[in-house]
């Protein structure tokens, strides 16, 4: 789990096929003190197991599945990368819950300064439009950033200089296609107020579930 809060940057020294997916090997700009084998840690986003740590270096194997669903596959060599280590039980949690399980790839439709902002617009995925709303958190190449607005087809955020600075952000283009996380609590929601559970009961039917009746009986609805 993560905050969506960047450590700092990674770059790209070398890849590889493996297995039908990928082998990144990464070089932080920042230390990594007390590294564990093996321990999470998001790339773009994306949660990948950190394996072979030695100083500032690591490797980290990309699935088939990731290379499909994230814009990992299109990095090369040289290429840069938003890092993010995975959250402690004692760390502040300074952005949203942030799962590193990428919904889709979304591309940039608009990019503009707004005094010492930059606005980016971004084109809102099939099916993922139901689960951003308008100052709602997604995270965006693994940064935790608040919607400024949504509609049917794209929605806004609002970047401040340090994030700009610390981030792949400041290197993005329109067209450039970035990994987004929706809300994972929307998800969760979602799936509990589903017509119909995974066995076929509808919910609340044996009083542990939730639906609109139930909640509008206990005041949660008006």
């Known amino acids: 789990m993560f905050t969506g809060i960047i450590l700092g940057k990674g770059k790209v020294k070398a890849k590889r ?17 007390d590294p564990v084998e093996g321990e999470s840690i998001a790339v773009n986003g994306v949660c990948l197991t950190a394996r072979d740590i030695r100083g500032r270096h690591f490797l980290a194997d990309v699935s088939p599945e990731s290379l499909t669903r994230t814009n990992l596959g299109r990095l090369g060599v040289g290429g840069v990368v938003n890092l993010e280590r995975a959250l402690r039980l ?6 949203h819950m942030v799962s590193g399980h990428v919904d889709a790839v979304t ?13 980016f617009d971004f084109a809102v995925p099939p099916g993922l439009g139901r ?33 700009l600075e610390i981030t792949t952000l400041g290197e ?13 609590i929307g998800k969760y929601v979602e799936k509990l107020l589903s017509p119909k559970d ?7 039917e044996d009083g542990s579930g939730l639906d609109q009746a139930f909640l509008a009986k206990h005041g949660f609805l008006r």
């Open 131 to 163: 689960y951003i709303i308008a100052k709602g958190s997604v995270a965006l190449d693994g940064i935790s950033l608040t919607v400024n607005e949504v509609d049917e087809e794209r929605f806004s955020v609002s970047i401040i200089p340090h994030t």
């Open 107 to 119: 591309t940039v439709l608009a990019r503009r300064a707004l005094g010492t902002f930059t606005l």
């Open 172 to 184: 993005v283009a329109v067209g450039d296609g970035v990994n987004l996380e929706v809300d994972l």
């Open 90 to 95: 004692s760390d502040r949690l300074g952005g």
């Open 198 to 204: 995974p066995a076929g009961n509808r919910a609340g």
């Open 17 to 33: 096929p493996a297995g039908g997916g990928m082998t990144l090997a990464l070089e932080t700009d920042f230390p990594l003190p």
